[in-house]
T-cell receptor
């Protein structure tokens, strides 16, 4: 799997949009960008994934740059329950997921 | 979405004993399951890939005789930590691909504490 780079931590005010960046400059053409999050002492939770086009679901939006070398996860209206570690992962097909260190997002009341 | 059930959620055992952790796919079949380990304040590290009806594939540095994996059915994989030591204390998490193999779903994890 290609490696990803994420900031180790971020803060966001409650109610504001949280924008989490991820660099994956060595991503190959058949690799998807996945986002998972892990709330303390729980298993990771799937958020969203995409290949080339921007994606949106009930949890978040995923913006992938045209060259696919970076992406941004957007939580449109952050709540305190969104405090978690967010992992950006690139993966092809049904290969195993390899986790990096992620971004620890703290939502500030 | 697909549900992966993991049991127990927490276990405390004495050094030298064995502990079995179960991972079940509740509403779908999983020919493959993944087992991860996570130490405090660290990321998840893949230990092994469990394959239904065949031997598990272990990541480099993971002792297959210590971490026994059995994937006897399409909905159940088990991880047995044999002769547990305090350094085996960790958070163990399983995952399985759903009907859409692009998505991996995770169990809620098992916190193992070896005294």
């Amino acid at each position: 799997d290609a490696k990803t780079t994420q900031p180790p931590s971020m803060d966001c005010a409650e109610g504001r949009a949280a924008n989490l960046p991820c660099n994956h400059s060595t991503i190959s053409g058949n690799e998807y960008v996945y986002w998972y999050r892990q709330i303390h002492s729980q298993g990771p939770q799937y958020i969203i994934h995409g290949l080339k086009n921007n994606e949106t679901n009930e949890m978040a939006s995923l913006i992938i740059t045209e060259d696919r070398k970076s992406s941004t996860l957007i939580l449109p209206h952050a709540t305190l329950r969104d405090t978690a570690v967010y992992y950006c992962i690139v993966r092809s097909g049904n290969e195993k997921l390899t986790f990096g260190t992620g971004t620890r997002l703290t939502i500030i009341p | 979405g697909a549900v992966v059930s993991q049991h127990p959620s927490r276990v405390i055992c004495k050094s030298g004993t064995s502990v079995k952790i179960e991972c079940r796919s509740l509403d779908f079949q999983a020919t493959t399951m993944f087992w991860y380990r996570q130490f405090p304040k660290q990321s998840l590290m893949l230990m092994a890939t469990s394959n239904e009806g065949s031997k598990a594939t272990y990541e480099q540095g993971v002792e297959k005789d210590k971490f026994l994996i059995n994937h006897a059915s399409l909905t159940l994989s088990t991880l047995t930590v044999t002769s547990a030591h305090p350094e085996d204390s960790s958070f163990y998490i399983c995952s399985a691909p759903g009907q859409n193999p692009e998505k991996l779903f995770f169990g809620s994890g098992t916190q193992l504490s070896v005294l």
